[in-house]
């Protein structure tokens, strides 16, 4: 490790981020390995707590490190790409990137709509909704919270353990003869809750992606609404934008 100029005017914590970074950026510390401890940091270099402290904090808010309370601090595994322009599945989006994709079913119900989802549906007076909480998990790493909203009338007899087992996409096509078209979308930064942090084993108040989507069949028809949230320190999403000539 290279250690910190302390004549140079660039401040001291910043430089401990740099060279951090670098080593990261050039797999002298590997994903999934621990960094040296602050206080073996302070030794080696020659400067106080508090600025290791805030030069791994600006590597943890970035994603490129993150922390295992009674472990330590490791390097982060490569942010999954999310592509926006097309229409995919979870399940299909992680297979597609060679991960074995499995979910952990926490809520499933049918019920009474609120004002607002029955709103995006256009349901009348009794229809009913299904409610579907999962995490869907890319290998052993917890990647996303999503609730789904899918109308009872257009999936009769939907099950708690298809909808666990499966990819909903794949029930829509394969099950329910549903042609999927395509969908609108909406990202924005969160902060997650104690809870969410919790199901995802990290630590508060990190920041996540909320995606919102409404997916619509061949006929216009909305068959699906769905708000996930994903692990910023582990995800990214990217569009090709193209010029109008």
């Known amino acids: 490790m290279k250690k910190i100029d302390k004549n140079s005017p660039i ?11 670098e080593m990261i950026e050039n797999e002298e510390l590997k994903p999934g390995e ?24 600006d590597l943890v808010n970035e994603g490129m490190l993150y922390r295992e309370q009674g472990k330590g601090t490791f390097v982060s595994y490569p942010k999954q ?12 989006e992680m297979k597609s990137k060679g ?20 709103k995006i549906f256009h ?6 909704i299904y409610v579907i909480k999962r995490i869907r998990f890319a290998g052993k790493e917890p990647i996303a919270l999503e609730i789904s909203y899918l109308p009872e009338k257009n999936f009769p007899n939907l099950s708690r353990e298809e909808s666990e087992k499966n990819s909903l996409y794949y029930l829509f096509e ?11 979308q909406t990202v924005e930064p969160v902060i997650l809750t104690p809870y969410e942090a919790d199901l995802f084993n990290v630590n508060e108040n990190m920041l996540g ?24 320190d582990i995800y990214k999403y990217e569009a090709i934008l193209k010029r109008k000539l």
Not at 212 to 223: A, F, M
């Open 209 to 232: 992606l909320l995606f919102k989507r409404t997916t619509y069949s061949d006929d216009d028809t909305i068959v699906e609404y769905t708000k996930s949230i994903y692990r910023c």
């Open 123 to 128: 349901m009348k007076k009794g229809e009913m």
């Open 34 to 57: 621990i960094i040296s401890g602050e206080m073996e940091l302070c030794k080696f270099h020659g400067i106080s707590r508090m600025t290791v402290r805030k030069a791994i904090q």
């Open 174 to 184: 394969n099950k329910y003869g549903i042609k999927l078209k395509y969908g609108t």
């Open 99 to 118: 991960y074995n994709v499995t979910n952990r079913l926490l809520y499933f119900n049918k019920e009474i709509p609120e004002k607002k989802i029955s």
């Open 81 to 92: 790409k999310k592509n926006i322009s097309q229409l995919l599945s979870f399940t299909e």
């Open 11 to 21: 401040p001291k914590y910043y430089q401990l981020r740099e060279i951090l970074r």
